[in-house]
C-alpha cells in the first residue's frame, strides 16, 4: 500500500511538475501578463487533481480494497484452523490419559501431536507471509537468546541430531519476530538435513552474532555462488523446494542483518549472522 502511494504521488508530481516547466518556457516565449499566467496555473491544478483522482481510483483504491480482502481471508483462515488443531489438542490428550499403559499408542498419539503442531506452524507462516505482503508486520522487542532456546526445543523434539548451544550475549534486538523465526527454522533444518543423524549441530551467539555450524557434506566454491538463489538446491535428493536460503536472505537484506556462509566439501557449513544492528537500535 505504502509503495503503491509513493509511486503514484511521484508520478503526480512530476508530471504537474512537467506540465508547470513547460507552462512557464510557453509563457515567457508569448509574452503573456501576469493574469494569464494565474489563469493557465489554475487550469493546470485543475487538470493535475482530475489526474491524481485517476491515479488513486485505478492504482490506490483497488489496491487497499483487495489488501482489505486479504486481511479478512488471514482472519477466517486462522479462525476456522484453531478450531480442528484445538480439537485433536484435546482429544490427543484425553487419549494420552487413557491408554498410559500402552506405549504403542502413546507413540502413535504423540505423531499425532507433531504432525498438528507442525500444520499449526505452517498456518501461521501462510498468514504471516499475507500479512507481510500488506505491510502490517510490526517490529518486536525480544531476546534472541530465548527464541533461540525455543527453536533448538522444537527441533530436539525430532529426535534427530544433537543441538549444542552456546549463548554469552542477553541483549534484546528490535525486528519482525515471526521472520526472525522463521530465518532460525530455516538455518537450523538445513544444517540438520545435510548432516549425518550422528553429527551434531551448533548454535552460538557471542558478542551479537549468530553462529549455525555443522559437519555436513558441506558445499564448494560455485555451489556457494548460487546457495541463495530462489529454487537452487545443491543435493536435489534432499526434500524441499530450494527456497530457504533465499528467504533467508531476502529477511536479512530487510533487516539489516548481514549474513555470512562459509563452508568446504566434505568439511561442513558455517552460517554467521550479524545482528548487531537491531541490537544498537533495541
Known sequence: MKKSFFFSSLFY????????LAVYHFLQWQHLSDLGFYAVVFL???????WWYVIASLVVHPKKRIE???ERLVEDIIHELNVPLSTIRANSELLKRKLSDDPRSLRRIERIEDASIRLEKLY???SYQIRKET??????????????????GYFEAQKRNALKVEITDERAVTADRIGFEQMLDNLISNAMKYSPKEMPVTITLHQGKIMISDEGIGMDTTELIRVMERYYQADPSQEGK?????LVKAYCDSEGIDIHIHSEKGQGTKVLLDIQPLMNHA
Open 124 to 126: 501461521k507462516e501462510i
Open 68 to 70: 482489505a480482502e486479504l
Open 13 to 20: 508530481f512530476v508530471s504537474v511538475g512537467i506540465l508547470f
Open 44 to 50: 493546470i491544478l485543475l487538470v493535475g487533481w482530475g
Open 242 to 246: 530450494g527456497i530457504g536460503l533465499a
Open 135 to 152: 505491510e502490517q508486520v510490526k517490529k518486536e522487542h525480544f531476546l534472541p537468546s530465548e527464541l533461540i532456546l525455543e527453536r533448538v
